[in-house]
């Protein structure tokens, strides 16, 4: 049985979490690798929707063992109300059924404030973070100043690190940031202390259970959060987010070797989306961004923030499928494009007048950089309740076909609707190890 790893290719939003939870059926272990509360699923099930932020989504299917690895940042209270609007539909959050690696990054909250001050203060340079504090955390942990999920069992340590960093932040608060807001180390302590009580049972060395679950021949999924675009290293930096999202991070956040690796699946839209600042090649800003933006319903579902939307970017997928590694690409929304008379497919940029191959380094390039365009033949039928490639309209296929030919990846699937019975695998290589219809 193999370990597959599940990324998004663009820039975020893709519908990884429902094409996971596709995958978990016959998972022993659904590892969330990086991000924190910034990434929010939407997974359906006979019509019942359910968000999730921090928990892998496998915890939707009966048995299927949850896990965050060391790479997460973890904001507790955010865990916790997600934890109790999983109740709420009967799904318990068992130490049977999640766990966390005892490496993990706490966020706390003086990282959202120096998130939110941070942003308020780029005025016009904005990133348009989700200011839920993962930057501030992320550095933390690089520095060696995080307080980790394992600091918290110790008390007399955990006070030394909450008045040392409490100390810290209010300073830096105060002083660079001009901000008033200032944080009680008593408060953070008790807290603290709370989160204790409540996550003990929970902590487990995840690499270990990794390991084990390898050598047991177990069918493993690493889930990413974001997309490649936004990754800390290889993104449209500055406008990315302040984590690696690239599969390979897996093995690092995991704590596993690369040679573990079976597959790695690459989620992408049938179109391109982006939330927040930063350059976007294929941007539609006219009726057809708007159409897409309406049909796809194109808001995010931790900000609630209408997302950029344009076409399909061949050459930054094509960037996402090198950085890595991808096997096969699930196309997500297809069903969004119904109804366009013409598609375009971004298949080339010039910049300064010459084709160029690649995205360019500097954001400031980016910005500059114009998409050529493919046209191809829309299709008017409901797909949305195709099941196999062979039941699409042949325009649809073309469209498919074409992506994959451009782009020079093979598809492993599609879907043409937001529920689970939406979702039509084809990758063999994958359905011979899952067993999944
Ligand atoms: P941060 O991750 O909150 O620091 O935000 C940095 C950038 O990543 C912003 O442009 C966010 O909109 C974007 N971002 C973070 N998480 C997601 C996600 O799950 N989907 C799409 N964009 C995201």
Same mark, same amino acid.
């Given at each position: 049985?193999?370990?597959?790893?599940?990324?998004?290719?663009?820039?975020?939003?893709?519908?990884?979490?429902?094409?996971?939870?596709?995958?978990?059926?016959?998972?022993?272990?659904?590892?969330?690798?990086?991000?924190?509360?910034?990434?929010?699923?939407?997974?359906?099930?006979?019509?019942?929707?359910?968000?999730?932020?921090?928990?892998?989504?496998?915890?939707?299917?009966?048995?299927?063992?949850?896990?965050?690895?060391?790479?997460?940042?973890?904001?507790?209270?955010?865990?916790?109300?997600?934890?109790?609007?999983?109740?709420?539909?009967?799904?318990?959050?068992?130490?049977?059924?999640?766990?966390?690696?005892?490496?993990?990054?706490?966020?706390?909250?003086?990282?959202?404030?120096?998130?939110?001050?941070?942003?308020?203060?780029?005025?016009?340079?904005?990133?348009?973070?989700?200011?839920?504090?993962?930057?501030?955390?992320?550095?933390?942990?690089?520095?060696?100043?995080?307080?980790?999920?394992?600091?918290?069992?110790?008390?007399?340590?955990?006070?030394?690190?909450?008045?040392?960093?409490?100390?810290?932040?209010?300073?830096?608060?105060?002083?660079?940031?001009?901000?008033?807001?200032?944080?009680?180390?008593?408060?953070?302590?008790?807290?603290?202390?709370?989160?204790?009580?409540?996550?003990?049972?929970?902590?487990?060395?995840?690499?270990?259970?990794?390991?084990?679950?390898?050598?047991?021949?177990?069918?493993?999924?690493?889930?990413?959060?974001?997309?490649?675009?936004?990754?800390?290293?290889?993104?449209?930096?500055?406008?990315?987010?302040?984590?690696?999202?690239?599969?390979?991070?897996?093995?690092?956040?995991?704590?596993?070797?690369?040679?573990?690796?079976?597959?790695?699946?690459?989620?992408?839209?049938?179109?391109?989306?982006?939330?927040?600042?930063?350059?976007?090649?294929?941007?539609?800003?006219?009726?057809?961004?708007?159409?897409?933006?309406? %049909? @796809?319903? *194109?808001? =995010?579902?931790?900000?609630?923030? +209408?997302? !950029?939307?344009?076409?399909?970017?061949?050459? /930054?997928?094509?960037?996402?499928?090198?950085?890595?590694?991808?096997?096969?690409?699930?196309?997500?929304?297809?069903?969004?494009?119904?109804?366009?008379?013409?598609?375009?497919?971004?298949?080339?940029?010039?910049?300064?007048?010459?084709?160029?191959?690649?995205?360019?380094?500097?954001?400031?390039?980016?910005?500059?950089?114009?998409?050529?365009?493919?046209?191809?033949?829309?299709?008017?039928?409901?797909?949305?309740?195709?099941?196999?490639?062979?039941?699409?309209?042949?325009?649809?296929?073309?469209?498919?076909?074409?992506?994959?030919?451009? %782009? @020079?990846? *093979?598809? =492993?699937?599609?879907?043409?609707? +937001?529920? !689970?019975?939406?979702?039509?695998?084809?990758? /063999?290589?994958?359905?011979?190890?899952?067993?999944?219809?």
């Amino acid at each position: 049985m193999p370990v597959v790893i599940v990324v998004g290719v663009q820039w975020g939003d893709e519908g990884k979490g429902k094409i996971v939870d596709y995958l978990t059926e016959p998972a022993n272990l659904v590892v969330r690798f990086q991000g924190g509360n910034n990434a929010g699923h939407t997974v359906i099930v006979e019509g019942q929707k359910t968000a999730l932020k921090l928990i892998p989504s496998g915890i939707l299917r009966p048995t299927a063992r949850c896990l965050l690895a060391a790479g997460v940042v973890l904001d507790p209270h955010a865990l916790l109300e997600e934890m109790k609007s999983l109740e709420d539909i009967d799904i318990k959050v068992t130490p049977e059924r999640f766990g966390i690696a005892g490496e993990v990054t706490l966020i706390l909250p003086y990282h959202k404030a120096i998130d939110g001050e941070r942003e308020n203060l780029r005025a016009g340079g904005r990133i348009g973070t989700t200011r839920k504090g993962i930057g501030p955390a992320y550095e933390d942990s690089v520095s060696r100043d995080a307080i980790r999920m394992a600091d918290l069992f110790d008390e007399k340590h955990l006070r030394v690190l909450v008045e040392r960093n409490v100390a810290k932040k209010n300073k830096y608060l105060k002083s660079v940031l001009e901000c008033d807001v200032q944080f009680s180390p008593d408060e953070i302590f008790d807290e603290l202390l709370e989160v204790a009580k409540t996550f003990k049972p929970y902590v487990t060395n995840v690499s270990s259970e990794v390991d084990k679950a390898i050598k047991a021949d177990e069918f493993v999924v690493f889930e990413g959060a974001q997309g490649a675009l936004l990754d800390i290293s290889h993104g449209t930096y500055p406008f990315v987010t302040s984590s690696n999202t690239v599969a390979a991070y897996a093995c690092v956040s995991g704590g596993f070797g690369p040679k573990a690796v079976d597959r790695v699946l690459g989620i992408c839209k049938a179109y391109s989306t982006r939330v927040g600042s930063g350059p976007f090649p294929t941007e539609d800003t006219g009726a057809d961004g708007d159409t897409l933006r309406d %049909v @796809g319903k *194109e808001f =995010g579902t931790v900000t609630g923030r +209408p997302r !950029r939307c344009g076409w399909f970017d061949v050459k /930054a997928v094509q960037r996402a499928v090198r950085l890595n590694g991808i096997d096969s690409l699930i196309i997500t929304k297809l069903d969004v494009l119904t109804g366009f008379s013409k598609l375009k497919l971004g298949t080339s940029y010039v910049l300064d007048g010459k084709k160029i191959e690649d995205l360019p380094v500097s954001h400031l390039d980016i910005e500059r950089v114009e998409a050529q365009y493919e046209e191809i033949d829309g299709w008017q039928e409901d797909i949305t309740a195709v099941r196999t490639l062979e039941e699409l309209p042949s325009a649809a296929r073309a469209f498919l076909d074409r992506v994959s030919e451009v %782009v @020079g990846c *093979e598809i =492993g699937g599609f879907s043409v609707g +937001p529920d !689970r019975e939406q979702t039509i695998l084809l990758d /063999a290589g994958l359905r011979s190890y899952a067993a999944l219809k």
